[in-house]
């Protein structure tokens, strides 16, 4: 039999020995065997951090997100072939299109978060302070890559989203990757990562994958490592406590499958459209994946009033799904990923027969088209009944990982509540209303036991992404049961993977340390006026100091006129008693163009390309009629600017082929006793040279 490879070392090897036979779960066919026996767990490791580690740190963060862009388009090529393995984990189409496209789905978001970051090796973290009445002593906070290895222990659920939401982060911020995929479907993953080695767009060391145990690849972490898991609370528990991660501090995330629940609004009625999006999110999240996601509904609270009219119809929408053999176009719903996955299943159904009764489907027959039922994991949606949420614990207690869900009445909103948070944290809550106050008073009580909140009414329902999918820029994770973690999340998730340090010293000192203009640093001759120079050629701290304009009350007129903003305090025959203002006051906004005219250098074509923003704008102090204004004009931060990749049909914008960069200038506008009366940060783009 075919042994499935592990790819650690810079290279593909089997483990000895048979190793763990995997089955395709609709036929029951040997697919191949993993086994990582005989593997040297600690040189794993270690060549993870001294051969990947160092090349990803210096590269910069921009340099990182193009080499996942590329990766994402690269595995785009060859989906046919990811699908028709897909089909064997008894995944229908929709099924491997959320797992493998949704994966590759999030190579690419997270490319598009080098944005977010310095075209640098480390980042600025939130603002900075000045530290002295001098102004010679600050403080800023920097990020900078963990000098280990990510090592991610993932569910058998998604076998190529797991890896890729994952790896695209810990590859973004700087860190190799070591992945253990749940072995009964890592022939998936090792099918995906094959081709990720095969482009030669990682460097050597980026990425290694075990296919079988982790042995004790854990007991040689240190406290530069990151461990993320995702599974049940109870393996995830044990793994945790491993003596090397808590002896070095090893940070630990954890996703853990939960006991999610959606609620009913109160005021929701079967004439409403939001009946029926409840109706058809509770039937898609039972039955996509055969309900194997961590996000799936295990919990379904509804008002009392309407419990027998909402199961009943949650039953006519189930009975509609055709379950069978992914490959024929007919099946909504394939099987669970194995026999084992389906014993386990049925096991918890009868723990949660304890205190309900199933209402509709069954936990040993099932018809399927185009399979065998019995010897494809096949199974029925369960819909359980409980009608004493608060006496019986067993609905919030015991998951059912599967096509399994339980109905329970709930009082009023305040009972909704407490009865969400009996699963003692979870992943996700929907709440399905029309009523924007309901909504809220939802939300506010349940927050604090959900790690995502999906308010659904028929204002979002086309667009809306569903109940059980996480997205790459918002936090996936949750308290208690669920784990505690948060993974994805934009920027947030990325910070996982980097040290923080606090950094002082003086400003000039501190800006060529990140790359970044501090406030209060020596300015730089730039020798030519500064929008005279292409990208390559401007420094960090060009400076150019502009000439000097006395403001009159006549200015402050005109510009009234001229833009119709005659607030009061730029009137001059205001009476000044009981404001905030000694006598007439210049426009904020008179004095940030004012400040345009000092510092652009208008009179023929130059580099500057436009200026597309002004970020941070804040006015200071008031600049009254005779003040004598000039401005500092600094280069604060340099940014790359890819080109837009184009579509097939999509027309190039005007001025698409022209190579250039992002520049953020510091514009401090200053009066005659040299303090700021204002600042902003205007953003433009500046052609290249070449």
């Not at 990510?150 to 190529?160: C, E, K, R």
């Not at 049940?232 to 003596?243: E, N």
């Not at 910070?495 to 970044?516: C, D, F």
């Not at 004012?594 to 200026?611: C, H, I, Q, R």
């Amino acid at each position: 039999m075919t042994k499935l490879e592990n790819f650690v070392t810079g290279k593909w090897v089997t483990g000895d020995g048979e190793g763990q036979v995997l089955y395709n779960a609709v036929t029951a066919e040997p697919v191949a065997a993993a086994t990582t026996k005989s593997l040297d767990f600690k040189s794993i490791i270690e060549y993870g951090r001294k051969a990947g580690n160092p090349v990803l740190r210096e590269m910069t963060f921009h340099q990182r997100g193009n080499m996942l862009k590329a990766l994402a388009l690269h595995l785009r090529k060859h989906l046919p072939k990811f699908y028709d393995i897909s089909y064997k984990t008894g995944a229908t189409r929709a099924d491997s299109w959320v797992d493998i496209e949704g994966g590759i789905g999030n190579l690419f978001a997270n490319a598009s978060l080098r944005r977010k970051f310095p075209d640098d090796v480390l980042c600025i973290d939130g603002e900075s302070h000045n530290l002295g009445k001098n102004n010679t002593f600050m403080g800023t906070h920097i990020l900078v890559p963990k000098e280990g290895v990510a090592i991610h222990i993932n569910a058998f659920n998604f076998p190529v989203w797991g890896l890729l939401e994952k790896i695209a982060v810990n590859l973004l911020a700087g860190m190799p990757a070591i992945v253990k995929p749940a072995t009964v479907t890592s022939y998936l993953t090792e099918a995906v990562v094959k081709e990720i080695i095969a482009s030669k767009i990682l460097p050597e060391g980026a990425l290694q994958l075990i296919c079988g145990s982790a042995g004790d690849l854990l007991s040689h972490v240190t406290s530069q490592d990151v461990v993320t898991f995702t599974g049940s609370a109870s393996t995830g528990l044990m793994l945790k406590k491993t003596p090397a991660i808590l002896e070095n501090n090893v940070p630990f995330n954890m996703e853990a499958d939960s006991l999610n629940c959606i609620v009913l609004g109160e005021g929701v009625t079967p004439d409403q459209p939001e009946w029926d999006i409840f109706i058809r999110e509770i039937r898609k999240e039972m039955t996509l994946k055969a309900g194997q996601r961590c996000t799936g509904i295990r919990r379904i609270f509804v008002p009392a009033n309407k419990m027998e009219d909402i199961w009943k119809a949650i039953s006519a929408s189930l009975s509609q799904t055709v379950i069978g053999n992914p490959l024929n176009e007919k099946v909504r719903m394939g099987s669970l990923a194995g026999e084992n996955q389906r014993s386990e299943v049925r096991g918890q159904i009868q723990k949660l027969l304890a205190s309900s009764q199933i209402v509709y489907g069954s936990m040993e027959s099932v018809e399927v088209v185009d399979a065998d039922p019995v010897k494809g994991a096949f199974m029925s949606p369960v819909l359980l009944m409980n009608d004493k949420p608060h006496k019986s614990k067993e609905p919030h207690e015991v998951e059912a990982f599967g096509p399994v869900s339980t109905i329970m009445p709930y009082k009023n909103m305040d009972d909704a509540i407490a009865l969400s948070k009996l699963g003692k944290g979870s992943l996700v809550t929907t709440i399905v209303t029309a009523n924007y106050q309901e909504a809220r008073k939802y939300v506010i009580g349940a927050a604090t036991h959900h790690g995502r909140i999906l308010v659904l009414n028929n204002e979002c329902a086309k667009e809306n992404t569903g109940h059980g999918s996480p997205l790459p820029l918002l936090v996936h994770g949750g308290p208690g049961r669920a784990g505690g973690g948060e993974e994805m999340g934009g920027v947030r998730g990325v910070k996982h993977y980097l040290q923080r340090s606090a950094l002082q010293g003086s400003p000039t000192m501190i800006t060529e340390v990140t790359n970044v203009y501090q406030t209060h640093a020596k300015g730089k001759d730039p020798g030519k006026h500064p929008f005279k120079k292409y990208f390559e050629e401007l420094q960090i701290g060009d400076q150019l100091i502009t000439e000097k304009r006395v403001i009159t009350a006549d200015d402050i007129d005109r510009f009234a006129d001229l833009s119709g903003d005659h607030f009061y305090a730029h009137i001059r025959t205001t009476d000044f008693t009981g404001t905030m203002f000694e006598q007439q006051v210049a426009h904020g906004y008179f004095i940030m163009s004012l400040a345009a005219g000092l510092f652009v250098d208008s009179y023929e074509k130059n580099p500057v390309l436009l200026n597309y923003g002004i970020d941070e704008l804040r006015f200071t102090k008031p600049v009254y009629p005779g003040a004598e204004i000039h401005i500092r004009f600094t280069c604060k931060e340099k940014l790359p600017n890819d080109k837009r990749l184009l579509q097939p049909g999509d027309e190039p914008k005007r001025g698409a082929d022209i190579e250039k960069g992002i520049v953020k200038w510091l514009v401090e506008m200053i009066d005659e006793t040299g303090e700021v009366t204002g600042g902003a940060t205007i953003v433009t783009m500046v052609a290249r040279k070449n």
